[in-house]
T-cell receptor, first 115, second 115 residues
């Protein structure tokens, strides 16, 4: 069964550094998402992406965050200048088009640790 | 606007006992509802989804959920808990927004199974 893949599985970075988290969504999916989960807390929506543009973003997704689909397969999340509070598990997800009852398919996440 | 509320952030049951995880939704339109499971250090895996075809939905690993419109509920049940069911469970509702196509997650319920 096709799956969403995320790399790296764990990323350690220093405060103020830029990080890029990478995702390969399921190939025929049209909607792409980033969520994050701070340790012990709920899954929080960051951004959704459709037709090569952001369709919705949360308050968390400020100017320090950006997303890109540079080619037909990758979907990236960039944090320009990381802060300690950006430490979290970041999940990429994708979804097929056509109906609103199609579920999200999640990757296994990238654990970002900002020191 | 759509949202879900999960009552009980932690639930403990004995092995072999009934599992009941509660989820109530709020939606101005007919909702599409989902349950996801997250095992330690893993991504979110779809357990089951409600698509309006049937009010009682069967999922993987012996779980099922019943959609009750009158109670705006979509509780998750399993007749007999296994040790392997210990995980975090998330209820989610899908928004049929014009472009966002966003999922809204509950805060999660951590299930502990006592031997």
């Amino acid at each position: 069964e096709p799956e969403v893949t995320q790399t790296p599985s764990h990323q350690v970075t220093q405060m103020g550094q830029e990080v890029i988290l990478r995702c390969v969504p399921i190939s025929n999916h049209l909607y792409f998402y980033w969520y994050r989960q701070i340790l012990g807390q709920k899954v929080e929506f960051l951004v959704s992406f459709y037709n090569n543009e952001i369709s919705e973003k949360s308050e968390i997704f400020d100017d320090q965050f950006s997303v890109e689909r540079p080619d037909g397969s990758n979907f990236t999340l960039k944090i320009r200048s990381t802060k300690l509070e950006d430490s979290a598990m970041y999940f990429c997800a994708s979804r097929g088009g056509g109906t609103y009852n199609s579920p999200l398919h999640f990757g296994n996440g990238t654990r970002l640790t900002v020191t | 606007a759509q949202s879900v509320t999960q009552l009980g952030s932690h639930v403990s049951v004995s092995e072999g006992a009934l599992v009941l995880l509660r989820c109530n939704y709020s939606s101005s339109v007919p909702p599409y509802l989902f349950w996801y499971v997250q095992y330690p250090n893993q991504g979110l895996q779809l357990l089951l989804k409600y698509t309006s075809a049937a009010t009682l939905v069967k999922g993987i690993n012996g779980f099922e959920a019943e959609f009750k419109k009158s109670e705006t509920s979509f509780h998750l049940t399993k007749p007999s808990a296994h040790m392997s069911d210990a995980a975090e469970y998330f209820c989610a509702v899908s928004s049929s927004m014009r472009t966002g196509n966003q999922f809204y997650f509950g805060t999660g319920t951590s299930l502990t199974v006592i031997p």
